[in-house]
Nanobody, 120 residues
Framework: QLQASGGGLVQAGGSLSLSCAAS????????MGWFRQAPGKEREFVAA????????SYADSVKGRFTISSDNAKNTGYLQMNSVKPEDTAVYYC???????????????WGQGTQVTVSS
């Protein structure tokens, strides 16, 4: 299972931190990814990290503002969101897969999603 948490309401320019705890089979995946889906839009890639080695990848829209990290001992991934913008408003999902990719279909396990709303 993947349990995402930390969403909420934040003002533009503010910060928010999301976390995703992996358990069971999901903790054996090699990569954790974060995706988001805004109303009426398709799910889009945000960031991903390898559990070991820490290789990361970011969408251009969040590069320099968001930071993905992981705590392997806790089987938990994090997404630190700084300088947020209204266009960051979406439901954020964590996912676990075998390799870093921007393709949602390549991730085998998904969390339930957490709402992030950025007010202007």
């Amino acid at each position: 299972q993947l349990q995402a948490s930390g969403g909420g309401l934040v003002q533009a320019g503010g910060s928010l931190s999301l976390s995703c705890a992996a358990s069971g089979r999901t903790s054996s995946g090699y990569v954790m990814g974060w995706f988001r889906q805004a109303p009426g839009k398709e799910r889009e890639f945000v960031a991903a990290i390898r559990w070991s080695g820490g290789g990361t990848s970011y969408a251009d829209s969040v590069k320099g503002r968001f930071t993905i990290s992981s705590d392997n001992a806790k089987n938990t991934g994090y997404l630190q969101m700084n300088s947020v913008k209204p266009e960051d408003t979406a439901v954020y999902y964590c996912a676990v897969g075998s390799f870093i990719t921007t393709l949602a279909k390549s991730y085998a396990y998904w969390g339930q999603g957490t709402q992030v709303t950025v007010s202007s």
